[in-house]
Structure formats: structure tokens, C-alpha cells
């Protein structure tokens, strides 16, 4: 049983870029949720897709923006990129009939952002 | 923020417990405390979860006090594959997929 997928493993891109990152959920979950987590410190929530739609969001700019496909995997979409975006960015799924109560990480892309 | 508070480091000894502590004091009714760690390089893992009642499963055990504004995760015979980042959550359940996580503890096992 495969986990959850994520690629590319790492990603080097120049301010103002564009980058899309990539998220498949463990076989039969049905929710993905995206992090970022800075060096040191801990992963911060970005937003939540389920049935294809954002469904929960955190702190973070419009800049920041996903999609979920039917198999439900899922993209991250950054634009504008700042040196600030310089992270591990961190997909998991769940079980919407669990309540989403155990989540399953991937293992990141590591974004650096020059 | 985080709505629990913990120790930013520890060591253990290699086969010894590993008791890592975690403050909630305002945790509400209906807020469960979860687990979950990082070893270096890789997602968070999910570890246990519990309510009011210990829990105990394959990896851990949850020991929740009676008011439930601090809980004990133990790892019962830590060893070096232990050494990780442990953040302690409080979440509502059903809440999805939102998790917020602290600074965490960073535990150490040593031989």
C-alpha cells in the first residue's frame, strides 16, 4: 500500500518564479491537506481540499493557491515566489469518514527559493 | 498559536522511557490531544491520540490527567530510531484536516 507520494523531491526556483507542487494521497483517503514548514520550526497549515474544493485555509496569501483532481490528488501553486517561500512543503491525507483524525504525511518538496 | 506548550528539548537514555510532558491548560470539552513526530528529513508520523481516557497502542502510550490540562506521551523502551521532533496538538474532533503545530520537544536517545 503505497503512502502519500509528493513530488518533485526538491525544487530550486528564482524570485518572482512560479512553482507547482505535486501531492498523491495514500490509497483511499479522500482529503488533502498542505504545510509549510520552515527550517526549525514547525509545519504551518495552508489549506484543505476535499471533494475538489478549498475547504479550510490558513494565514497565507492569495499567491497560494490549489486544486484537487478527481483521483484526488492534489497541486500546491505558488506565484510570485519570494525568498521567504524557502521551505519544506508538506502534503497529507486523510479520511473525511475518519474525521480527518489521523493524518498521513508525505515525505515534502523542499522549495528554495534564490 | 498553539494552544499547548512543551520543553524544547530532551535526552533519553538508549532502552530506558522516554516521558515527554505537554501543557494544555486551556484545552476545551471537546478537544482531543494528538501526537504526532518528525525524525529529521521526513513528514510528521502520527503517534496516538486520546480524549480523558489513557490510550496505549504499538508505538506509545497516552497518559492524560484528570482535569486534562497536561498529558504524558511515553515511548516505553525508547531507542535511537526514537530521536525525532514530538509536537503535541489539541484538535477538536472532526475538525479536518487542520493541524497546529508548536515549536515541539526535541528528544535525544543515546546509547
Known amino acids: 500500500d503505497a503512502g502519500v507520494t509528493q513530488s518533485p523531491t526538491h525544487l530550486i526556483k528564482t524570485r518572482g518564479q512560479q512553482v507547482t507542487l505535486r501531492c498523491s494521497p495514500k490509497?483511499?483517503?479522500?482529503?488533502v491537506s498542505w504545510y509549510q514548514q520552515a527550517l526549525g520550526q514547525g509545519p504551518q497549515f495552508i489549506f484543505q481540499?476535499?471533494?475538489?474544493?478549498?475547504?479550510q485555509r490558513g494565514n497565507f496569501p492569495d499567491r497560494f493557491s490549489g486544486h484537487q483532481f478527481p483521483n484526488y490528488s492534489s497541486e500546491l501553486n505558488v506565484n510570485a515566489l519570494l525568498l521567504g517561500d524557502s521551505a519544506l512543503y508538506l502534503c497529507?491525507?486523510?479520511?473525511?469518514?475518519?474525521?480527518?483524525?489521523?493524518?498521513?504525511f508525505g515525505p515534502g518538496t523542499r522549495l528554495t527559493v534564490l | 498559536d498553539a494552544k499547548t506548550t512543551q520543553p524544547p528539548s530532551m535526552d533519553c537514555a538508549e532502552g530506558r522511557a522516554a516521558n515527554l510532558p505537554c501543557n494544555h491548560s486551556?484545552?476545551?470539552?471537546?478537544?482531543?490531544v494528538y501526537w504526532y513526530r518528525q525524525i529529521h528529513s521526513q513528514g510528521p508520523q502520527y503517534i496516538i491520540h486520546?480524549?480523558?481516557n489513557n490510550e496505549t497502542n504499538e508505538m506509545a502510550s497516552l497518559i492524560i490527567t484528570e482535569d486534562r490540562k497536561s498529558s504524558t506521551l511515553i515511548l516505553p523502551h525508547a531507542t535511537l530510531r526514537d530521536t525525532a521532533v514530538y509536537y503535541c496538538?489539541?484538535?477538536?474532533?472532526?475538525?479536518?484536516?487542520?493541524?497546529?503545530f508548536g515549536q515541539g520537544t526535541e528528544l535525544s536517545v543515546k546509547p
Open positions: 481540499y476535499y471533494e475538489e474544493e478549498e475547504r
Open positions: 490509497s483511499g483517503h479522500d482529503t
Open positions: 496538538i489539541v484538535r477538536e474532533w472532526n475538525q479536518g484536516g487542520k493541524l497546529i
Open positions: 486520546g480524549l480523558k
Open positions: 497529507a491525507s486523510s479520511l473525511e469518514a475518519g474525521g480527518g483524525n489521523e493524518q498521513f
Open positions: 486551556t484545552i476545551s470539552g471537546n478537544e482531543y
